[in-house]
Structures are given as structure tokens and as C-alpha cells.
């Protein structure tokens, strides 16, 4: 079963500053991974899927990389609205069909 | 505009049961994979469940046996039975919708309800 290990557990970073947070699949699972953002008392929204493609009204700091088993979800330069959880999260096929997601990336304000 | 409402939450004693309904509406129900998802109280997501369009159904090792998925078409409506309930599966519960491209089913949920508390304590 495929583990995702997300890093750093907490970013502490200020308005403007640039956002790198990490995702780490225990084994490839091609570009199909995904990213959410949630805010405190809010569902999940849909960030990123395939790896790197924007959803649908996402604004253009969010970006989305990697493949394999190392993925990177990037914000460009943090606005006040953008400080919440990330978790990244794929689907496996093999032994069993599994959703999983990793543990979440808290970015909070420095 | 897609909507997911959820609802049948509350408090449940331990070994008790509780269903759960999520309403669809905005897109064509019957197209859609649907899910269930929780989160505990500050802690992360864990998958709980998945339905197909034919109605195969997938559920992780800590519910399965317990929990059954089902989907009303006609009523464009989700459900979670949940059977023998646990302290540890006090949590809000999310109706998830999977993304669908060109016909494609995706690996991902493009649509969230706002969720349902279910409090598992005696």
C-alpha cells in the first residue's frame, strides 16, 4: 500500500515569501497526484491534479511538480488568503484500491 | 453549480449505528464515482469509502465490515452506513465527488460538501 509522506509538518513563512512544500510517495505512482488546500472550519478544495495542472480557477502562483515518487506543490508568493493545510493525495489500483492522502502541511503566518 | 449537502450526523454511543446521507445535485449523479471521506479533529484526511457508477464499492481495512456505501440514483443521493462505531471514527465526514474528463474517471475529487459531525462517545 502506498504511504505519502508530506514535509515540512509546519512552514512558518511572512506575506510575499515563496512557499515550498513537499510530498514523497513510499512508491511511483506515475503524475497521478494530486494537491488540496483547507482552511479551518472549510472542506478541501482542489488545487492541483495530475501533478502540475492548475483546477479550475486556481490563481497562477500555485504551481504543481514532479513525478514518480517526488512531488513539489509551490507558491509563488504568499498572499494572506493562502496561509492553511495542504495535503496531497493519489488513488492506487494494487494490491487493492486505495485513496490515500499524506499527513498535511500546515503554512502559517511567520 | 455543484452542490453536496450532507447530513445525518450526531452523537452515537459505542457499537451503535448511524447513517448518513449526502444530496446531489448541479451535475448528472448517476455519471459520477462518489466517496467518503473523514477527518478527525485536527488531524488529516482518511479515505472511508468509494462507489462506482455500477455500484462496486471499495472501503480501507479499518471499516470495512462495519461501514456500507450506497448510492440512490434516482434520488441523486450518497449514503454511509456505519455499523459497530468506535471512538476512533468520530469525525466529520465529507461526500466527495471524483473528477470525470471526456468520460474519463479521474484519480482526484474536484467537488466537497461542507461535511457532517459524527460523535461516536458514551
Known amino acids: 500500500e502506498i504511504v505519502l509522506t508530506q514535509s515540512p509538518a509546519t512552514l512558518s513563512l511572512s506575506p510575499g515569501e515563496r512557499a515550498t512544500l513537499s510530498c514523497r510517495a513510499s512508491q511511483s505512482v506515475s503524475s497521478y497526484l494530486a494537491w488540496y488546500q483547507q482552511k479551518p472550519g472549510q472542506a478541501p478544495r482542489l488545487l492541483i491534479y495530475?501533478?502540475?495542472n492548475r483546477a479550475t480557477g486556481i490563481p497562477a502562483r500555485f504551481s504543481g511538480s514532479g513525478s514518480g515518487t517526488d512531488f513539489t506543490l509551490t507558491i509563488s508568493s504568499l498572499e494572506p488568503e493562502d496561509f492553511a493545510v495542504y495535503y496531497c493525495q493519489q488513488r492506487s489500483n494494487w494490491p487493492r484500491v486505495t485513496w490515500t492522502f499524506g499527513q498535511g502541511t500546515k503554512v502559517e503566518i511567520k | 453549480e455543484v452542490q453536496l449537502v450532507e447530513s445525518g450526523g450526531g452523537l452515537v454511543q459505542p457499537g451503535g449505528s448511524l447513517r448518513l446521507s449526502c444530496a446531489a445535485s448541479?451535475?448528472?449523479?448517476?455519471?459520477?464515482?462518489m466517496h467518503w471521506v473523514r477527518q478527525a479533529t485536527g488531524k488529516g484526511l482518511e479515505w472511508v469509502s468509494a462507489?462506482?457508477?455500477?455500484?462496486?464499492?471499495y472501503y480501507p481495512g479499518s471499516v470495512k465490515g462495519r461501514f456500507t456505501i450506497s448510492r440512490e440514483n434516482a434520488k441523486n443521493s450518497l449514503y454511509l452506513q456505519m455499523n459497530s462505531l468506535r471512538a476512533g471514527d468520530t469525525a466529520v465526514y465529507y461526500c466527495a465527488r471524483v473528477a470525470m474528463h471526456s468520460g474519463v474517471v479521474e484519480n482526484y475529487f474536484d467537488y466537497w460538501g461542507q461535511g457532517t459531525l459524527v460523535t461516536v462517545s458514551s
Open positions: 448541479g451535475f448528472t449523479f448517476s455519471s459520477y464515482d
Open positions: 462507489i462506482g457508477t455500477a455500484g462496486d464499492t
Open positions: 495530475d501533478a502540475s
